[in-house]
């Protein structure tokens, strides 16, 4: 009678592994340091230690500056202005005359076009669409971070299914080459089961090279100290979505990529108006008082000037086109970024949906179906009315489908992330 070592293995593996899809636990591996961590701490971290969010962060200091300084009274600072002069003045038969002679004023520099309201709306749109930038940056690090911690938590799960499958391999190859050599089994068995067990144990060195790369990846984008990597912990069962297509469109218009673009079109606007009011000429008005003249006539003077420059050469085209280019640009990217991004969230939901229904039916209908093949074919292989092959292929078909499995799932938490960055859910 064929032996039933194999056909135990197998049915002890197919009941030991539906658990994996749903959590995790700590995974043998050769790292010495593994730091729990969840997603939600995960995010924490990424917060805090992301090195371009915080390059976008200390940005603001210098757009708050910009809009301080829009926001003055007079864009011109008034100009203070002294003169002393001393005087040695020849006179026919006498000596010479020293005179002591000063001059003192002030001029301030008027604007005429209503370049200051236009320099305020440029400077508080540009500190508006950075503050929606640094948001829009904050979102991107989460769902970067999400797609991240869920590829660890499932190549865990990888190792650990790849682990216990490679043990009964093991245990099933050994089981054949007793038999093998005590004239009960054939080569071919030996063989085939042999061959199992070193797929097996190549699909683990894979899973596992795959997890240090993800670990190194993630620990490098968290920051982690040293060489501490993370060790996930959570579920990949996926948890409901709570919004539909039409809450998705519907929050577009507060998605902080959408708002940052029209700030920055709205700034380069006013510089364009800005830019073209600069024609006008600025008008200087200056007050000066002085003393003048001999010692015994001194005479006190007061002078009122006003200067325009004459707007005849020099006309700011440089500057209107520039402006006026940028503008036309913001227009542009505003534009093409919301039809883009419409199409781009309907795009994701189409595929949200058809992953969803993937991994339903991997749990729903393939696997129980899967797992009944392999309680019959474990019977059939008892009876003596299949082989070894036929044993096999069953329980590579478990294997694979159980792969197929964390893969969908894996698909399905960074289309996820990625439709829920595109359509800014939930909203802030």
């Not at 917060?47 to 009274?73: I, M, V």
């Not at 000037?305 to 227009?331: D, E, H, M, Y």
């Amino acid at each position: 009678m064929r032996p039933k070592t194999l056909a135990l293995a197998c049915t002890l593996f197919l009941i030991s592994v539906p658990a994996f899809a749903q959590s995790t636990s700590p995974v043998a591996t050769s790292t010495p340091e593994l730091a729990p961590l969840t997603l939600q701490e995960a995010l924490a971290r990424a917060a805090q230690a992301n090195p371009a969010l915080r390059s976008k962060q200390a940005e603001l200091a210098a757009a708050e500056g910009l809009n301080s300084d829009a926001r003055s009274l007079l864009f011109n600072n008034p100009q203070l202005a002294f003169d002393k002069t001393r005087r040695l003045v020849p006179q026919a038969g006498m000596a010479t005359e020293r005179r002591n002679e000063w001059t003192g004023g002030v001029s301030q520099t008027f604007e005429t076009g209503g370049q200051g309201g236009f320099r305020r709306e440029t400077a508080s749109s540009a500190l508006e669409a950075l503050r929606y930038e640094i948001v829009d940056a904050q979102r991107q690090i989460r769902s970067e971070i999400a797609t991240r911690f869920y590829r660890v938590l499932a190549l865990q799960q990888r190792v650990e299914l790849e682990s216990q499958a490679l043990k009964l391999f093991d245990d099933a190859a050994a089981a054949v080459q007793k038999r093998r050599v005590a004239g009960e089994d054939t080569k071919l068995d030996a063989n085939v089961a042999l061959v199992e067990a070193e797929r097996a144990r190549n699909q683990l060195a894979l899973a596992r090279e795959q997890l240090n790369e993800e670990r190194n990846d993630l620990a490098a984008r968290l920051q982690l100290v040293g060489p501490v990597l993370p060790l996930a912990q959570g579920e990949l069962t996926p948890a409901p979505m709570g919004f539909a297509l039409n809450d998705l469109l519907g929050s577009l218009d507060s998605q902080p990529r959408l708002l940052a673009l029209s700030a920055r079109e709205k700034s380069a606007n006013a510089r364009y108006r800005l830019e073209r009011a600069s024609v006008s000429p600025d008008v200087t008005v200056g007050l000066n008082v002085g003393r003048e003249g001999p010692s015994v006539a001194r005479e006190r003077l007061t002078t009122i000037s006003v200067s325009i420059p004459l707007p005849i050469f020099k006309r700011n085209a440089t500057g209107i086109g520039q402006a006026s280019t940028a503008a036309t640009q913001a227009q542009i990217d505003r534009e093409a970024a919301q039809r883009d991004t419409k199409a781009n969230v309907v795009s994701l939901w189409s595929r949200l949906a058809s992953q969803e229904q993937r991994v339903r039916r991997l749990q729903d209908v393939v696997l129980p179906a899967l797992t009944d093949n392999l309680s019959l074919s474990v019977k059939s292989r008892q009876a003596g009315q299949i082989g070894l092959l036929e044993l096999i292929v069953v329980n590579r078909q478990a294997l694979d489908a159980r792969r197929d499995l964390i893969e969908a799932l894996t698909e399905y938490h960074s289309t996820r992330a990625t439709l829920e960055l595109e359509a800014g859910w939930p909203k802030e």
